[in-house]
């Protein structure tokens, strides 16, 4: 028994390593804070691409959307950052880790805005396009707030989905929290640094989780 | 404000043409709609009636001839569709109302983000629109807090605000439980009484006798006859109007 609280729970070993880990939180948030924005933005284009009547551009916006979702991210992710430097382009961890998990949750935002948008009846852009409202006005006062509205639970599902995907980026030796926990781990020869992020994690996405629950309750009843 | 000259029709449609795909819905309607005139569309289901109306205000797109609002060309290319449409207010059967704002909300937005007016004021003539259909006092209400009638009364308070020149109605009544139509034709009536130009589709035959200046029956996608509620209703010259007339009444 001491001998497990020793290995996972050493509170000396923790307090060590909180610094370090704590910057990587820093690292992971900060990666959420680009990646979120940026996949939302990428989602929406591609989410408005899949429904339009261009064929061409709804082909696109499919096989988009499509194949970053087929594709795992962790292969993404070193593709881009191991693979591309052989084709001459060789890209900073953080470069890489942003352009991978953009390209990846654009993919999923896309699919989730798309069944928003979808989710919005015709007569409500109609109600808007009569009153002279132009495409792009009717989108972002009346399509747009209600197809956001109806997919609240499953956008933030995917948010939270994104907090863990940043572990990924340990592999490129991003300094993100794992990877700083990993890092203390190889130095002390002991698992607590680990179970240090795992509880971090737990207290940043566990409040969340608990949100998106209620958001899903609302809308059930 | 209205580019409506006088001695033009306030909607004037010519040689009206559209199909979906290869089924004809529309064909060769001319028709034109005096100021301050209320005209009734009346035909049996699938008639085209609401094709109809939707190109009139370019949310159908027609296969070919001329729509004209206030003497102003509404087709071809080089119109400005989004301030033509402004000229025209649309009710639908539906309501339509945006259910993430407030009756109030619903009827400043087009007066905000189109016609680019201040809060203030544009929240003043939202007021004055909604008081108008008698919901000055449901002003903070949602539309799911509202009853049928009340939200296709915000909605006609949506078109009115933007004090367009020819209202179109599509239905307005045929999805609300009876004992809320007659508000809703009150209004109607009023507006009308405020010399509005108006196309109506409905099958409210009593509100037509009492209230249009004309009716027009439709079949198969063309006008088959017109002309005033009394020899329309009273003595239809063609047999698909009387046996219509005959099935509504039967
Ligand atoms: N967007 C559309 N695509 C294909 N067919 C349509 C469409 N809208 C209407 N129609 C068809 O056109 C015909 C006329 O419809 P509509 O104008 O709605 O008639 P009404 O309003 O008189 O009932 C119907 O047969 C309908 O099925
Ligand atoms: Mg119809």
Redesign the pocket.
Known sequence: MDAILAQFFNLEIMAKALPLVLKGLGVTLLICAVVIPLGLAGGLLAALGSVSRNRALRWASIGFVDFFRALPPLVLLIFIYAGLPFAGLRLSPFAAVTIAFFLNNSAYFAEILRAGLLSVPRGQGEAARSTGMSATQTLAWVTLPQAVRNVLPDLLSNAVEIVKLTSLASVVSLGEMLHAAGLVRSITYNASPLMLAAGLYLVLLWPLIRVIGRFERRIAS | MSDARPGHPALQVRALNKS??T?K?LTDIDLSVDQSEMVFVL??????????L?CCNRL?EPDSGEILVGGAPLTGSGVNLNAMRQRIGMVFQSFNLYPHLTALGNVTLALRRVQKLPRETAEAAAREALDRVGLADRAGHHPAQLSGGQQQRVAIARALALRPEVMLF?EPTSALDPELVGDVLAVMRDVKAQGMTMLV?SHEMKFARDAADRVIF?DG?RIVEQGTPEQVFGAPREARTRAFLGRLHG
């Open positions: 979906f795909g089924f819905v035909g049996p289901s699938g008639s085209g009636k609401s094709t109809m939707r159908e599509d589709v439709m996608g």
